[in-house]
Each structure stands twice: as structure tokens, then as C-alpha cells.
């Protein structure tokens, strides 16, 4: 899917908001992939022992901070390129922890719903189709690519 200058912005614009308080959107993120797919909570070493969702976790707003940026500069690329672009030697690494860990297709889908809707949540009233559809964009290409590394080194 082409995505348009003002997409770009959008997301620029929204990645700001998130910026802005990133302990709780982190929170918020695993929240609703704790809701949708409680099985996931053993995968992440700082879940595994905890009954609840630690607060001011510096490795679980790590990923969280992972998945928002590399969306955002995702869809920046797409924008500009046509294509996500991101290092070749990050992507390897991307498929490596991931296919280690043994992250489904289903779990991605998981967290790209996640992602959206904590999103929504963070810009309120500057919500629209096209932010969604330029979030969702970026999420699928990189996904895409994180998923093809987890196949070729499988
Ligand atoms: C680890 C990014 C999706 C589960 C990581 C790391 C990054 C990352 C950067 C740290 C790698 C390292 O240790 O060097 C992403 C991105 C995603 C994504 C950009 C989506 C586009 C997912 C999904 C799951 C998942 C769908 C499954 C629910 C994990 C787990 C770890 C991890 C369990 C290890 C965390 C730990 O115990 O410290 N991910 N991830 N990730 N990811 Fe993801």
C-alpha cells in the first residue's frame, strides 16, 4: 500500500504523543496483549515471575519503545522507499530472538491490534482512518520482514 506525505506526519505526530509518556503506554500495550493472549506472559523474562504487569519496567518498555519506534520509522520508509529498510544485520537479530522464543503469526496479529488500539487510546480526538491505516501499514511490512527472517533461519 502507497502511504501519502500527510500519513507520514500523522504518525510522526502521533509517535510525539507516545513520546511523551512512555511508561504508561508501555503498560497500556502489554495490557491488551495480556488480555488477548494471556499464554504470551511466559515468553517475556520480566512477566514470567510476576503475577501482575510490573510498573517502570526498563525491559518491558524497552520492547514496547522497539515496537512503537520501528513501526513509526517503518512507515517513514515506506513513505520514502516503497519498502521497509531497515538493517539487514537488526532484521537478522529481529528473527533470531523471535523464532528463539517461538512468537506465532497469531501473536503478531495479536500485537499489531494491541499496538493500534493503544494508540488510539494516547491521541485521542486526533485519531483518524488514515493514522490507523498508516500504523497498520507500517506494523504489517515490518512484521512481514521479521516473520521472513524466522523463516529462513528456521
Ligand atoms: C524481544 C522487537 C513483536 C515477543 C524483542 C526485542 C526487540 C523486539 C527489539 C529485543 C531483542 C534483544 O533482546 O536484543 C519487536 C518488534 C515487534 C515484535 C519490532 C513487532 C513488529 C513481538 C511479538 C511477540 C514478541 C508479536 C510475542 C508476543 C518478544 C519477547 C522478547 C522480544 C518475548 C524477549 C523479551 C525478554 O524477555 O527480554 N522484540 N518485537 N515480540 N520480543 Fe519482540
Redesign the pocket.
Known amino acids: 500500500m502507497a502511504l501519502t506525505e500527510k500519513q507520514e506526519v500523522l504518525v510522526k505526530e502521533s509517535w510525539e504523543i507516545l513520546k511523551q509518556n512512555i511508561p504508561e503506554y508501555s503498560i497500556r500495550l502489554f495490557l491488551r496483549?495480556m488480555e488477548v493472549?494471556p499464554q504470551?506472559k511466559n515468553?517475556?523474562?520480566?512477566l514470567r515471575d510476576s503475577d501482575e504487569i510490573p510498573q517502570n519496567n526498563p525491559?518491558l518498555q524497552?520492547?514496547a519503545v522497539?515496537?512503537f519506534k520501528?513501526?513509526c520509522e517503518s512507515v517513514i520508509q515506506l513513505r520514502e522507499c516503497g519498502a521497509v529498510a531497515i538493517a539487514g544485520s537488526t532484521m537478522k537479530?529481529?528473527g533470531s530472538?523471535?523464532l528463539k522464543?517461538g512468537?506465532?503469526d497469531r501473536?503478531?496479529d495479536?500485537?499489531r491490534d494491541a499496538l493500534l488500539r493503544t494508540i488510539e487510546e494516547a491521541v485521542g480526538e486526533k485519531w483518524s482512518e488514515e493514522m490507523e491505516g498508516a500504523w497498520g501499514a507500517g506494523?504489517d511490512q515490518?512484521?512481514a520482514a521479521?516473520l521472513a527472517e524466522m523463516k529462513d533461519d528456521a
Open positions: 496483549i493472549a504470551a515468553m517475556f523474562s520480566f525491559k524497552a520492547h522497539k515496537v520501528l513501526t537479530h529481529l530472538v523471535h522464543i512468537v506465532t501473536q503478531f495479536v500485537v506494523y515490518l512484521a521479521i
